[in-house]
């Protein structure tokens, strides 16, 4: 029961992504943040979008991390169409030309969207170092031959720090 809430709630997080993405046109590979106040709880939250270069509106490509105030911050990973049986996948992920590092995320899936996330707040922090001064970013996730890429991040920098110090 417990998983299907979690799902539920990263499903949401997913779909407000997804809008974002749509109402920006395109903005592969790109960053980009956003500061949103909800006027009916007071809730603030904070996102910022890592669009891939080959992204399109039928099954964008992205990473994006979320936070809420008083919450843990939250790293989805939207693939485009993928299918596992597995409950948890490794992502291999390498900036410019820095040595590949790994990180393993929970999966979930349904008939629309494939969707990773994680909530390992020091893989994150790690992750908007690295994002922070990095201009390109591939991955590839476990059991897929597929590389995703994130080049001219131009953005990165200033979005990153937008982010972090918000």
């Known amino acids: ?6 799902g539920d709630v ?10 974002l993405f749509f109402s920006l046109n395109s903005f592969c590979g790109n960053t980009i943040f956003d500061d949103s106040l909800d006027e009916f709880t007071d809730e603030r939250t904070l996102q910022l979008g890592v ?7 039928v099954t964008p490509k992205l990473i994006g991390i979320s936070c809420k105030k008083g919450g ?7 693939p485009g169409f993928m299918f596992s049986t597995e409950s948890e996948l490794t992502v291999t992920y390498r900036f410019e030309k820095n040595e590949p590092d790994k990180q393993v995320f ?10 990773l996330y994680t909530n390992n707040k020091g893989f ?17 996730i476990e059991g897929s ?13 200033t979005n990153v720090s937008k982010f972090v110090n918000a």
């Open 72 to 78: 843990e911050p939250r790293m989805l990973l939207q």
């Open 145 to 157: 031959s597929e590389i995703i890429r994130f080049r001219d991040l131009t953005e990165s920098k």
């Open 51 to 57: 669009f891939a270069d080959d992204s399109n509106s």
């Open 10 to 19: 990263y499903k949401r997080q997913l779909l407000k992504f997804s809008l």
């Open 124 to 140: 994150i922090q790690r992750f908007l170092d690295d994002l922070r001064i990095s201009d390109n970013l591939i991955l590839k």
């Open 106 to 115: 929970s999966y979930l899936s349904n008939a629309n969207r494939s969707l």
């Open 1 to 6: 029961e417990r998983s299907r809430g979690l």
